[in-house]
């Protein structure tokens, strides 16, 4: 049992470049999510996910998106990156959200964009 | 609005010295209030759930605690290995089911 996955864990990337992070969850979990965390703020929701096909906006949503077509993979898209972007990068998993299980998470991806 | 905030920011502790950390949160109908270590480098571990006011859970030096406002991490003769960051989170029953609010984490120290 791996848990939840993330690559790459580390990425340099130049403003206005695209890039998708890879998480994946081997614990057939219907809920996962990514959070963003950066000095001084609490872990911020970005986007979230029910279910395969079913996805919604967190707290921090612009510029990403998200797609589910399986219960294990929930991949995170920059469309265009922004020095604003700079973060540590975080996808979570819970086994649902119609009860309040608790989150595991991914060790992270750290992002710097220059 | 949910709120989480924890205090203090920074403990610095000497190995077996008890102590608590402190997260104070305003929620519309809490769910559950999370505890989390969380080490250099990696993602944050689960380490407790609490549901309801007057709740308590333990597991090795660590005791959670849950009021109507607060809750408490209590940590007894820690040791070296439980330097990490430490960070509480609220599940609301507004809104959307599945978010959390995180405070921004209580970094302690344990030194021998």
């Known amino acids: 049992n791996a848990g939840v996955t993330q690559t790459p864990k580390f990425q340099v990337l130049k403003t206005g470049q695209s890039m998708t992070l890879q998480c994946a969850q081997d614990?057939?979990?219907?809920?996962m999510s990514w959070y963003r965390q950066d000095p001084g703020m609490g872990l911020r929701l970005i986007h979230y996910?029910?279910?395969?096909?079913?996805?919604d906006q967190g707290e921090v949503p612009n510029g990403y998106n998200v797609s589910r077509s399986t219960t294990e993979d929930f991949p995170l898209r920059l469309l265009s990156a922004a020095p604003s972007q700079t973060s540590v990068y975080f996808c979570?998993?819970?086994?649902?959200?119609?009860?309040?299980?608790?989150?595991?998470f991914g060790d992270g991806t750290r992002l710097s964009i220059l | 609005e949910d709120q989480v905030t924890q205090s203090p920011e920074a403990l610095r502790l000497q190995e077996g010295e008890s102590s608590s950390l402190n997260c104070s949160y305003t929620?519309?109908?809490?769910?559950?209030l999370f505890w989390y270590r969380q080490d250099p480098g990696k993602g944050p571990e689960f380490l407790f759930t609490?549901?309801?006011a007057g709740e308590e859970k333990e597991k090795e030096r660590l005791k959670a605690t849950l009021t109507k406002k607060e809750s408490f991490l209590h940590i007894t003769a820690p040791k070296p290995e439980d330097s990490a960051t430490y960070l509480c989170?609220?599940?609301?029953?507004?809104?959307?089911?599945?978010?959390?609010?995180f405070g921004t984490g209580t970094r302690l120290q344990v030194t021998l």
């Open positions: 979570a998993s819970s086994y649902s959200v119609a009860s309040n299980q608790p989150q595991h």
């Open positions: 614990m057939n979990h219907e809920y």
């Open positions: 996910s029910v279910g395969a096909g079913i996805t």
């Open positions: 929620v519309s109908g809490l769910r559950g």
């Open positions: 609490l549901y309801s």
């Open positions: 989170a609220v599940q609301g029953e507004t809104g959307t089911a599945s978010k959390l609010t």
